[in-house]
């Protein structure tokens, strides 16, 4: 791991994924670089979808990503800080190659404007895109999470990142939910009132969480780790359904005091 400049890697984590930052930062200390550095990885890729306004740019830059991992030599360097020292992870960790190319072609996929055909289309965007980090952090820590704690929590932070995201969407004009469920056929410029989705959302995650709650009931302290950042989850929809909050407009942030305390009190606690 420190064959790369881990301070990079460190600092990407924490400025595009602070909340698995964060929860990485609980964990026990011959895992905490690896769950900083799939933090880091997770964080460079989610951020394609808020920078690049074509789907064809993202979809390039996804490629790279998958490409870089796929082609990189036993002892090879790609250059790139945080796909290097992930690469290191997938080696060491005997992670699931497979499950990674997966969740990088769900996020190329979820670039473009066709929105999910069903709800059932849109859970299993989540399972991969929302659910493939924990899978992934569960195998870091030498668990192994079931399907049904997998898809909660999947569905609990997938929720809460549409949530999130929806302006970036709406700029972009890409569908994130089916169009029975918008209020609109997202349409650039309208001014449709989202809050009714958002409701949608905060109860479907918030329903999905306790799921979750209910599964760890009686798992090792290990588990509720791997599953740290949805100690988010919760605050995240009190900010979307804030009465003052323009979901379609506004971009929710959580002070990065309160962030620390809330993954902090989770961990102290074994309660996500």
């Known amino acids: 791991m420190r064959t790369v400049d881990f301070d990079a890697v460190r600092a ?59 082609s990189r030599g036993e002892s090879g360097r790609s250059g790139n800080p945080v796909l290097d020292a992930f690469a290191e992870v997938i080696r060491r960790r005997a992670l699931s190659l497979g ?34 980090p924990f899978r ?10 079931d399907d049904q704690t997998a898809d909660a929590a999947a569905r609990a932070s997938g929720f809460a990142r549409l949530g999130i995201e929806l302006p970036y969407a709406l ?7 089916p169009l029975a469920r918008s209020p609109n056929p997202y349409e650039e410029g309208s001014a449709a009132d989202w809050r009714p989705q958002i409701a949608w959302f905060a109860a479907e995650g918030g329903g999905a969480l306790r799921d979750v709650r209910r599964h760890l009931t009686g798992k090792p302290r290990s588990f509720t780790t791997a599953l740290l950042p949805l100690a988010l989850v919760e605050p995240y929809f009190r900010a979307l359904q804030n009465p003052r909050h323009e979901p379609a407009r506004d971009i929710v942030d959580v002070a990065p005091i309160a962030r620390l305390w809330r993954i902090a009190r989770a961990h102290w606690s074994g309660r996500i």
Do not use: K
């Open 136 to 145: 992934l952090a569960a195998s870091i820590l030498s668990i192994e999470l």
């Open 12 to 70: 990407s984590a924490r400025a595009h994924a602070p909340d698995r930052f964060y929860s990485a930062l609980f964990a026990p200390a011959e895992t905490r670089d690896d769950l900083i550095a799939l933090a880091a990885f997770t964080g460079e890729i989610e951020r394609i979808s808020r920078q690049v306004s074509e789907a064809s740019l993202g979809e390039i830059r996804v490629a790279w990503w998958r490409d870089a991992f796929l």
């Open 171 to 177: 700029m972009h004009q890409r569908a994130l939910i």
């Open 99 to 132: 499950r990674i190319e997966d969740y990088l072609a769900a996020h190329a996929d979820a670039l473009y404007a066709e929105p999910p055909s069903s709800d059932e289309d849109l859970f299993a965007r989540l399972r991969v895109i929302d659910g493939t």
